[in-house]
T-cell receptor
Framework: DTGVSQNPRHKITKRGQNVTFRCDPI?????LYWYRQTLGQGPEFLTY????????KSRLLSDRFSAERPKGSFSTLEIQRTEQGDSAMYLC????????????????FGPGTRLTVT | KQEVTQIPAALSVPEGENLVLNCSFT??????LQWFRQDPGKGLTSLLL?????REQTSGRLNASLDKSSGRSTLYIAASQPGDSATYLC????????????FGTGTQLKVEL
């Protein structure tokens, strides 16, 4: 068990460019979450997958954001036409579903991808 | 809408002191509450998870309590060490609110030699 991994760890991009981040959850964890954290704030929920199905999306996830988990394993988060307000730490977490439906389980977080939009 | 508040926002203590971090939430309909540690520029490390039916959980020098009816949780750190310096975040998983965690803004702890 190597934990949740995220790549890249840091990304600097110019306003208007597209960026894509990748998250590899803990193996056999079928639930995967994306959060965004700005400086001095707690993480805010963006979206959630159970296997390959995207089951919930926050209103924070504007139409410039898209997330996928095509084979129910790794996930990607793409931001199109980046804006300076997108600068944040993007965190991924995973959890097993388990017999209780997954609500009882801890969420395990990756190291995050820090995005800076200049 | 669930709101989570953490007090104090920052705390500085001398090494060896016992300390308490506070977390309050507005909606008591939760599945569980989780405490995390975050080092500067890093991801979150899970410390303790308390189910809604539990009153407390312990791990080493850490003890977390939950009073769901009053919407409060505390994280007690015994015999603090400089290595405990970090931001501590609490998060609740609301019932009926999907599977997301709702986080507080954290308490930034500094333990001085």
């Amino acid at each position: 068990d190597t934990g949740v991994s995220q790549n890249p760890r840091h990304k600097i991009t110019k306003r208007g460019q597209n960026v894509t981040f990748r998250c590899d959850p803990i193996s056999e964890h079928n639930r995967l979450y994306w959060y965004r954290q700005t400086l001095g704030q707690g993480p805010e929920f963006l979206t959630y997958f159970q296997n390959e199905a995207q089951l919930e999306k926050s209103r924070l996830l504007s139409d410039r954001f898209s997330a996928e988990r095509p084979k129910g394993s790794f996930s990607t988060l793409e931001i199109q036409r980046t804006e300076q307000g997108d600068s944040a730490m993007y965190l991924c977490a995973s959890t097993p579903q388990g017999s209780s439906g997954g609500n009882s389980y801890e969420q395990y977080f990756g190291p995050g991808t820090r995005l800076t939009v200049t | 809408k669930q709101e989570v508040t953490q007090i104090p926002a920052a705390l500085s203590v001398p090494e060896g002191e016992n300390l308490v971090l506070n977390c309050s939430f507005t909606d008591s309909a939760i599945y569980n509450l989780q405490w995390f540690r975050q080092d500067p520029g890093k991801g979150l490390t899970s410390l303790l998870l308390i189910q809604s039916s539990q009153r407390e959980q312990t791990s080493g020098r850490l003890n977390a309590s939950l009073d769901k009816s009053s919407g409060r949780s505390t994280l007690y750190i015994a015999a603090s060490q400089p290595g405990d310096s970090a931001t501590y975040l609490c998060a609740v998983r609301p019932r009926g609110g999907g599977n997301k965690l709702t986080f507080g803004t954290g308490t930034q702890l500094k333990v001085e030699l």
